[in-house]
């Protein structure tokens, strides 16, 4: 079943823009990845954000969590036509012995140059 | 090496075949995956091997057959497989096992399967 929600489902920007996806899920967390998959290739991890974490930063990308509102955002600055992709969110719940990830449907984020 | 191999990168078969993808790290992660992703989709988890034991099934049909040599290696055995299968499997590993943590995962680049 899926617990995370991206939106936008696509976005286009022009090269040097930010970009901003967001992610919403349903129950409490162990912790909120990020991944990238440039067309029909492997996934790439981003970040991981923990639940006790609110905000972190690698390079060019930055992401928050909001507990409260189960709601995490990626936000990619100055972007390239290199970061045309699909991002996808996959939240780890805290419940269960093995713990799965569970994915969002993702944003796909064109970059125009 | 933080790199996760998979052969073949591409690979047609018919309904009647039986072949083997195969997927490879040396990054001595205990926890190794198998996804299937359609186009446009998230991937969609079908085993979780940890400590070369399987301990999670999805429920995959049984024309999927996971198996785990060693710690380093995973297989997935195809069989009989239907039209529907078609699509794009991902190996993925990630460090620690027993309970599997939630950590992040390291994929391959996939595997094309397109069944006929």
């Known amino acids: 079943s899926q617990q995370g929600e991206e939106d936008p489902q696509a976005l286009s920007i022009q090269e040097g823009e930010n970009a901003t996806m967001n992610c919403s899920y349903k129950?409490?967390?162990?912790?909120l990845q990020w991944y990238r998959q440039n067309s029909g290739r492997g996934l790439v991890h981003l970040i991981l954000?923990?639940?006790n974490e609110r905000e972190k930063h690698s390079g060019r990308l930055r992401v928050t969590l909001d507990t409260s509102k189960k709601s995490s955002s990626l936000l990619i600055t100055a972007s390239r036509a290199a970061d045309t992709a699909s991002y996808f969110c996959a939240t780890v719940l805290n419940a269960g012995n093995n713990r799965k990830l569970i994915w969002g449907l993702g944003t796909s984020l064109a970059v125009n140059p | 090496d933080t790199e996760v191999t998979q052969t073949p990168k591409h690979l047609v078969m018919g309904m009647t075949n039986k072949k083997s993808l195969k997927c490879e790290q040396h990054?001595?992660?205990?926890?190794m995956y198998w996804y299937k992703q359609k186009a446009k989709k998230p991937p969609e988890l079908m085993f979780v091997y940890s400590y070369e034991k399987l301990s999670i099934n999805e429920s995959v049909p049984s024309r999927f057959s996971p198996e785990c040599p060693n710690s380093s290696l995973l297989n997935l055995h195809l069989h009989a497989l239907q039209p529907e299968d078609s699509a794009l499997y991902l190996c993925?590993?990630?460090?620690?096992?027993?309970?599997?943590?939630?950590?992040?995962?390291?994929f391959g680049p996939g595997t094309r399967l397109t069944v006929t």
């Open positions: 954000i923990r639940s």
């Open positions: 990054m001595g992660h205990r926890a």
């Open positions: 993925a590993s990630s460090l620690t096992g027993l309970p599997i943590s939630g950590d992040e995962q390291y």
């Open positions: 129950t409490s967390i162990n912790n």
